[in-house]
């Protein structure tokens, strides 16, 4: 019989695994932080292609058919004056010629190339992993949810695109938010299910009330980092960081003026459409985000999330530094695309850092129902 002073083992699953065992879940992890790595490359590119204002050169969606560029000279003429009918050619760029045209063009249509990429390398493995075993389940759930997400980015990015091609000679700050906290969401979510297939961590070596202290901390981080996403996106759609280029002061002050701020009525537009209450929000988050990576990375400084949380620090940190550097030299391309870069990076570690957290303290839970190995003893014999 069993010994009734032994804990119940079902009590205690083990480690996360991909259905069809540790090799599989080292091909499908692989799988899944190349996807991540092209959605970073994506959200490169897309930065690039907005601070080039290149987005809307490309007036039409065509999901399939527009993988291939123009490749005579009458097809490009043909799309140039697809482009010469929309606001922002006749507002902005009114006689600009076909040379530079093209290259505008081609920020935008490499960002939708590597938007079809990633469809493309999320799918076809999938279904060879759905198709040997590999991926099934739960598992197979979370890919899917992937590659819906990925279809609805691309509406997004398109909705995005629409909101520019009339009455405005850039798209809606709104969208262009949404697009790019989407994207981020994306990635989060990617790397969050990669991580699950790694190796059980070692538990976590807090007591159990820390633990789900830095656990909880651990994982408020990236969704916090999402939310500074968005309001990054709203000061790329409001080029709300082309002005007010000082730091720490901000027009002269550390608070600006309640009347500043609150200028719009009603006053929740002052949070999506004031230029200087949007960038002064980023200011705050950012602040906020920096203050709670070093706290939670002192809260851990003597468990095994300690790594993680000084590297999380660590990185928050330098994308502060790159954020500063942004405002103060007024958005150079170069620097800019470093910041937006560093955003993804932030977000990653964060994710990383949570997972790692998440996985810690539920073994440290489970420990005394598993094996030195991280699996549950066997059961004793009824014998």
Same mark, same amino acid.
């Given at each position: ?22 090799? /599989? ?34 007036? @039409? ?21 697809? &482009? ?104 989060? /979510? ?37 939310? @500074? ?57 950012? &602040? /906020? ?24 620090? /660590? ?69």
């Amino acid at each position: 019989m069993r010994d009734a002073t032994r804990p119940a083992i079902a009590a205690a699953p083990p480690a996360v695994f991909a259905p069809g065992g540790p090799r /599989a879940a080292g091909a499908v992890r692989l799988w899944l932080y190349v996807v991540a790595a092209l959605i970073v490359a994506m959200v490169g590119v897309g930065g690039a292609t907005r601070l080039t204002e290149s987005g809307l050169s490309i007036t @039409q969606w065509k999901p399939v058919t527009g993988v291939v560029p123009p490749l005579s000279p009458a097809e490009w003429q043909a799309e140039f004056e697809r &482009y010469k009918a929309i606001p922002q050619y006749e507002i902005l760029n009114r006689g600009m010629g076909l040379d530079g045209f093209k290259r505008i063009y081609w920020w935008e249509w490499t960002h939708r190339l590597l938007g079809r990429l990633v469809g493309a390398v999320v799918l076809l493995p999938l279904l060879y992993f759905a198709a040997t075993g590999a991926v099934r389940g739960w598992l197979l759930a979370c890919c899917l949810g992937l590659f819906a997400l990925g279809g609805l980015q691309g509406a997004v990015g398109w909705w995005m695109v629409a909101s520019g091609l009339s009455a405005r000679t850039s798209v809606s700050p709104y969208r262009l938010a949404i697009h790019l906290t989407l994207a981020g969401l994306i990635l989060s /979510a990617t790397v969050m299910v990669a991580r699950t297939l790694a190796p059980p961590a070692a538990p976590s070596a807090a007591p159990p009330d820390m633990g789900m202290r830095l656990r909880a901390t651990a994982v408020a981080l990236p969704i916090l980092v999402l939310v @500074q996403i968005f309001a990054g996106g709203l000061v790329a759609g409001l080029d709300a960081g082309m002005a007010f280029n000082t730091w720490p002061l901000m027009d002269g002050a550390l608070i600006p003026a309640p009347d500043q701020l609150g200028a719009m009525r009603p006053w929740w537009r002052n949070l999506f459409e004031n230029a200087l209450t949007v960038q002064f929000d980023h200011r705050m988050i950012a &602040y /906020a985000l920096w203050a709670a990576s070093l706290l939670h990375a002192l809260d851990a400084r003597r468990t095994h999330g300690a790594r993680g949380a000084c590297l999380l620090f /660590a990185v928050v940190s330098a994308q502060a530094m790159l954020g500063i550097a942004t405002l103060l030299l007024a958005v150079p391309l170069g620097v800019a695309l470093a910041h937006q870069f560093g955003a993804t990076v932030v977000l990653i570690a964060a994710t990383l850092h949570a997972a790692d957290m998440t996985q810690a303290t539920g073994m440290a839970r489970r420990a005394p129902y598993l094996s030195a190995e991280g699996r549950p003893p066997p059961a004793p014999s009824s014998r």
